[in-house]
């Protein structure tokens, strides 16, 4: 046997295990409370599932299963995934990318949770400015995102592999059922931003000599969003038993 080689299995030595982890602390997700960190996860989540670029990826998936079939091919899921994000972006054209989509994600996330990162990150002792918390933000939204448009991937890839027919749970719309959904995403969207606004508001008044007056309304506007999502989750839930 060669000098340099070991009977320890890459990947599991110690003391390399360490100095990847002191390396990497810094990109760790501090913890975030919980609401805050749910009503975050409802917004990158609904975003993805209503964007133009999932309907894309979704299609690239598509298709990449019926040349892979076509040939006779044996496909793997996460070939396929791989080989679908970039076409999905040029399909979905400027300003529907994931670059696109997770900037817009970040900068209206950064208004509801960045000063709750930046205390996280003080409360663990790690560097606590602005750009920690919006490298933070980043990567919680790049990784939540990732994950919901491979989540749609896959529902389709399984779909396929139990015999059924892929194409029938995304039916092609019409141009004007497109627009009606492009209108109804918008004022989403504005909803969205104006609830953001109250919540930066309400903050400024509660620190401020406004008596916090603002905060507990956006507070019981927030907690009826959360109870809506959980009935939204569980409906979803329900719809995806009756595709499978």
């Known amino acids: 046997m060669g000098a340099n080689q070991s009977n320890v299995p890459t990947g599991t030595k110690w003391s390399?295990?360490?100095?990847?982890?002191?390396?990497?602390?810094?990109?760790?997700?501090?913890?975030?409370?919980?609401?805050?960190?749910?009503?975050?996860?409802?917004?990158?989540?609904?975003?993805?599932?209503?964007?133009?670029?999932?309907?894309?990826?979704?299609?690239?998936?598509?298709?990449?299963?019926?040349?892979?079939?076509?040939?006779?091919?044996?496909?793997?899921?996460?070939?396929?995934?791989?080989?679908?994000?970039?076409?999905?972006?040029?399909?979905?054209?400027?300003?529907?990318?994931?670059?696109?989509?997770?900037?817009?994600?970040?900068?209206?996330?950064?208004?509801?949770?960045?000063?709750?990162?930046?205390?996280?990150?003080?409360?663990?002792g790690k560097p606590a400015s602005d750009k920690a918390a919006d490298q933070v933000i980043w990567r919680l939204v790049y990784e939540r995102m990732i994950d919901q448009i491979m989540m749609h991937g896959e529902r389709i890839f399984k779909k396929h592999q139990k015999g059924l027919q892929a194409d029938e749970s995304d039916p092609e719309l019409t141009e004007e059922q497109l627009q009606a959904e492009e209108e109804e995403r918008l004022k989403r969207r504005k909803k969205a931003a104006e609830l953001r606004q109250q919540e930066a508001d309400a903050w400024m008044e509660e620190t401020g000599e406004g008596g916090g007056a603002k905060t507990k309304a956006v507070e019981e506007e927030m907690k009826k969003r959360a109870e809506d999502s959980d009935e939204e989750e569980e409906d979803d839930d329900e719809d995806e038993e009756d595709e499978d």
């Open 16 to 124: 390399d295990i360490q100095k990847d982890r002191k390396k990497y602390q810094d990109v760790e997700l501090p913890d975030i409370p919980y609401n805050k960190m749910k009503e975050v996860c409802v917004e990158i989540d609904n975003t993805v599932k209503d964007s133009k670029y999932i309907k894309e990826y979704k299609r690239e998936i598509r298709d990449a299963l019926k040349r892979k079939c076509a040939k006779g091919h044996s496909p793997k899921l996460f070939r396929l995934q791989d080989k679908c994000f970039h076409p999905a972006d040029e399909a979905a054209g400027k300003g529907n990318t994931r670059k696109d989509m997770c900037k817009e994600l970040c900068e209206g996330i950064n208004l509801v949770i960045k000063d709750d990162v930046i205390d996280a990150l003080k409360e663990e």
